[in-house]
């Protein structure tokens, strides 16, 4: 253990609510004589057996510096008691903020700490509780499930399939003793699948659009969060900074010391300088920026039009507009929706994508262009339907997917970030908001904005094939650039990773036949693309206390090259968890498909509990739910 200004203890407790319910915390304190702050991380991610790891480096870390930290598993998750159900998060989240104050050992000063659902989940809680909360530090927070009004394929699939798998998985009895089974059974009973309510009326909250308390918001580029980030920014009036980096999903280690900082000047009133650091620090391609506003006044929107800066390579015609019809595979180079740092995550060269696309290519840049923001995108639009003379007053409706792309000399073609609209009614001009993205296209590349009429499997597709038509010569790109001499004169901006504890020894097996992380496979036969997915996490894991955890996932998403209603999502998860010490040995298997009709989404979800290899339930749900979007 290195050595930190307080020496720690460690405990496991469970928290009473006022209906009955504990809930499962493990709290790390510094022996010292006063009260100290707390910092509290609220989550329904497992704390003795899936964020165990990270949990044994950060918090000991955070009580070292003298901060009870505190890691509590929400209600019908891990070890604690009750239910799942989303309605009980914030009324339980502020009954268990009210049990820190009156610990005698926190002074009443408390943060909330939280990644992905849970650092979304720490912005409503401050917002629901302003009073008892006095910061928040979130990474990467969890949004909806919603681009532009196109429903997400893989990401609302993929999530939707966690959320039962997880809360699916039983209470640990060398934790809870015989208690176990009988929590397990009634959270069994009470699960249900969130595919009518996540694709129709009732879809996952995102976190609020204003910071409530003082926020350090964290994100690595590519993540979903990045936009939101930005706009936190800018929306006032509680202080908050932001860090955008090359990290993938989740709190870096680099980031620790600025939440430490953050932490000392809002709940010990210790001027560690968090003020005094720029409002965003963002690494652009090779280092570190600091913008000192946000908006920031080095950063101004560049227009390129689509008939001059930037021009398509299509056959001349006396048509005015332009037709972007896509096969629907297009998409399949996206890489993952939400990066978690492997191999297959990124997106790979573009040029297989850009060839299924509509492209506008820039000439080489005479010198290096530096984006730092949310591009946007105006079109001119006609219906797909419509004959060439047709006026562009008529409705345009549909899918657009827009992605801004770098191109280098010898052809290579780099996403820098892209975005998607669902056009709204009557209307001739339509605007695409891309992501935030920081980057730095060198001079001599070439900028390109490909668009499509698909994106699959990252959007459901336009059931309607039928693409759309713009006019050029009234559709432009506006770039957020940033001065190239912005940063003459300005502190470097740097971070360094904390000396943190070792994590506790987790053997992995691997398994004998490893699956590739991301496989495609086009069937010429069928004109059907198939890519499958298999997390390199997978496979066996035992754990210090003995636990010993096995999973194994397989995504498949697939469609054939002209029929949109044809795309199907499928994933089969299995989890088992053993103690062979005691005997223990759970088993659950869930199988989720989802796949559309041109009015409706049909989804089917199995689950199966198995405990020493018998069943203890045995569930199917089929469900119809009219599609409201593409």
Same mark, same amino acid.
């Given at each position: 253990?290195?050595?930190?200004?307080?020496?720690?203890?460690?405990?496991?407790?469970?928290?009473?609510?006022?209906?009955?319910?504990?809930?499962?915390? +493990?709290?790390?304190?510094?022996?010292?004589?006063?009260?100290?702050?707390?910092?509290?991380?609220?989550?329904?991610?497992?704390?003795? %057996?899936?964020?165990?790891?990270?949990?044994?480096?950060?918090?000991?870390?955070?009580? /070292?510096?003298?901060?009870?930290?505190?890691?509590?598993?929400?209600?019908?998750?891990?070890?604690?008691?009750?239910?799942?159900?989303?309605?009980?998060?914030?009324? %339980?989240?502020?009954?268990?903020?009210?049990?820190?104050?009156?610990?005698?050992?926190?002074?009443?000063?408390?943060?909330?700490?939280?990644?992905?659902?849970?650092?979304?989940?720490?912005?409503?809680?401050?917002?629901?509780?302003?009073?008892?909360?006095?910061?928040?530090?979130?990474?990467?927070?969890?949004?909806?499930?919603?681009? /532009?009004?196109?429903?997400?394929?893989?990401?609302?699939?993929?999530?939707?399939?966690? +959320?039962?798998? %997880?809360?699916?998985?039983?209470?640990?009895?060398?934790?809870?003793?015989?208690?176990?089974?009988?929590?397990?059974?009634?959270?069994?009973?009470?699960?249900?699948?969130?595919?009518?309510?996540?694709?129709?009326?009732?879809?996952?909250?995102?976190?609020?659009?204003?910071?409530?308390?003082?926020?350090?918001?964290?994100?690595?580029? $590519?993540?979903?969060?990045?936009?939101?980030?930005?706009?936190?920014?800018?929306?006032?009036?509680?202080?908050? +900074?932001?860090?955008?980096?090359?990290?993938?999903?989740?709190?870096?280690?680099?980031?620790?010391?600025?939440?430490?900082?953050?932490?000392?000047?809002?709940?010990?009133?210790?001027?560690?300088?968090?003020?005094?650091?720029?409002?965003?620090?963002?690494?652009?391609?090779?280092?570190?920026?600091?913008?000192?506003?946000?908006?920031?006044?080095?950063?101004?929107?560049?227009?390129?039009?689509?008939?001059?800066?930037?021009?398509?390579?299509?056959?001349?015609?006396?048509?005015?507009?332009?037709?972007?019809?896509?096969?629907?595979?297009?998409?399949?180079?996206?890489?993952?929706?939400?990066?978690? /740092?492997?191999?297959?995550?990124?997106?790979?060269?573009?040029?297989?994508?850009?060839?299924?696309?509509?492209?506008?290519?820039?000439?080489?840049?005479?010198?290096?262009?530096?984006?730092?923001?949310?591009?946007?995108?105006?079109?001119?639009?006609? &219906?797909?339907?419509?004959?060439?003379?047709?006026?562009?007053?008529?409705?345009?409706?549909?899918?657009?997917?827009?992605?801004?792309?770098?191109?280098?000399?010898?052809?290579?073609?780099?996403?820098?970030?892209?975005?998607?609209?669902?056009?709204?009614?009557?209307?001739?001009?339509?605007?695409?908001?891309?992501?935030?993205?920081?980057?730095?296209?060198?001079?001599?590349?070439?900028?390109?904005?490909?668009?499509?009429?698909?994106?699959?499997?990252?959007?459901?597709?336009?059931?309607?094939?039928?693409?759309? /038509?713009?006019?050029?010569?009234?559709?432009?790109?506006?770039?957020?650039?940033?001065?190239?001499?912005?940063?003459?004169?300005?502190?470097?901006?740097?971070?360094?990773?904390?000396?943190?504890?070792? &994590?506790?020894?987790?053997?992995?097996?691997?398994?004998?036949?490893?699956?590739?992380?991301?496989?495609?496979?086009?069937?010429?036969?069928?004109?059907?693309?198939?890519?499958?997915?298999?997390?390199?996490?997978? $496979?066996?894991?035992?754990?210090?206390?003995?636990?010993?955890?096995?999973?194994?996932?397989?995504?498949?998403?697939?469609?054939?090259?002209?029929?949109?209603?044809?795309?199907?999502?499928?994933?089969?998860?299995?989890?088992?968890?053993?103690?062979?010490?005691? $005997?223990?040995?759970?088993?659950?298997?869930?199988?989720?498909?989802?796949?559309?009709?041109?009015?409706?989404?049909?989804?089917?979800?199995?689950?199966?509990?198995?405990?020493?290899?018998?069943?203890?339930?045995?569930?199917?749900?089929?469900?119809?739910?009219?599609?409201?979007?593409?």
């Amino acid at each position: 253990m290195p050595s930190y200004p307080y020496r720690t203890t460690r405990e496991d407790v469970r928290v009473p609510l006022s209906d009955g319910t504990a809930l499962y915390a +493990r709290l790390w304190r510094p022996v010292a004589e006063e009260a100290v702050p707390a910092v509290l991380e609220y989550s329904a991610g497992r704390l003795t %057996d899936w964020t165990s790891d990270e949990d044994a480096r950060r918090h000991p870390w955070y009580a /070292g510096h003298g901060y009870a930290a505190v890691r509590v598993d929400r209600r019908g998750h891990g070890n604690s008691g009750g239910t799942p159900d989303e309605a009980d998060e914030l009324a %339980d989240g502020a009954e268990l903020l009210g049990w820190l104050a009156d610990r005698p050992w926190c002074n009443g000063r408390i943060g909330l700490l939280g990644t992905g659902a849970a650092g979304a989940t720490a912005l409503r809680l401050a917002a629901h509780a302003p009073g008892t909360v006095h910061a928040v530090v979130t990474a990467c927070p969890e949004g909806g499930l919603r681009s /532009g009004g196109a429903v997400l394929a893989a990401e609302l699939h993929a999530r939707a399939t966690a +959320r039962l798998a %997880d809360a699916a998985r039983p209470p640990d009895p060398q934790y809870l003793g015989d208690d176990w089974q009988a929590l397990w059974q009634a959270r069994l009973a009470a699960l249900e699948p969130v595919f009518p309510a996540w694709l129709g009326d009732a879809p996952p909250v995102g976190p609020p659009a204003t910071a409530a308390v003082p926020t350090l918001a964290v994100a690595g580029w $590519g993540d979903p969060s990045c936009s939101f980030l930005l706009d936190l920014l800018a929306s006032g009036p509680a202080p908050v +900074r932001a860090v955008l980096g090359p990290w993938p999903h989740g709190l870096p280690d680099e980031v620790l010391p600025e939440t430490l900082r953050w932490w000392d000047h809002w709940l010990r009133d210790i001027d560690a300088g968090a003020l005094r650091a720029p409002v965003l620090r963002s690494w652009i391609s090779t280092r570190w920026t600091g913008e000192e506003a946000w908006p920031s006044p080095d950063v101004r929107d560049i227009h390129y039009g689509l008939d001059g800066p930037l021009r398509t390579a299509g056959t001349a015609s006396d048509d005015r507009f332009v037709q972007v019809t896509s096969p629907q595979h297009t998409g399949l180079n996206a890489g993952a929706y939400v990066p978690l /740092g492997r191999a297959a995550d990124r997106p790979p060269d573009q040029r297989e994508e850009d060839g299924r696309s509509v492209c506008f290519d820039s000439l080489p840049l005479p010198e290096p262009l530096e984006l730092l923001g949310a591009p946007s995108l105006l079109l001119r639009l006609r &219906p797909a339907t419509a004959t060439a003379t047709a006026t562009a007053t008529a409705t345009a409706t549909g899918l657009i997917v827009a992605r801004l792309c770098d191109v280098a000399p010898d052809g290579t073609s780099t996403l820098v970030t892209r975005g998607a609209l669902v056009t709204p009614g009557p209307a001739v001009d339509a605007t695409v908001g891309l992501a935030a993205a920081g980057h730095t296209v060198p001079a001599g590349h070439r900028l390109r904005l490909a668009l499509s009429s698909t994106y699959w499997p990252w959007l459901w597709p336009d059931p309607e094939p039928a693409g759309f /038509g713009l006019d050029p010569s009234h559709s432009t790109l506006a770039l957020p650039v940033r001065h190239l001499a912005a940063d003459s004169g300005a502190d470097p901006v740097t971070f360094a990773a904390p000396t943190l504890p070792l &994590p506790p020894p987790v053997h992995a097996t691997e398994p004998l036949t490893a699956r590739p992380e991301r496989l495609t496979v086009h069937d010429i036969a069928r004109h059907e693309w198939r890519t499958e997915l298999s997390p390199a996490t997978d $496979g066996s894991l035992t754990h210090p206390d003995g636990l010993v955890r096995d999973e194994h996932t397989v995504t498949a998403y697939r469609v054939l090259a002209a029929a949109p209603t044809s795309a199907q999502a499928r994933t089969d998860r299995t989890v088992r968890l053993e103690r062979p010490g005691i $005997g223990w040995d759970v088993t659950v298997h869930t199988r989720t498909e989802l796949r559309c009709t041109s009015t409706h989404f049909l989804a089917r979800t199995r689950l199966t509990a198995l405990e020493a290899g018998n069943a203890v339930l045995s569930r199917e749900w089929e469900h119809r739910i009219p599609r409201n979007a593409p």
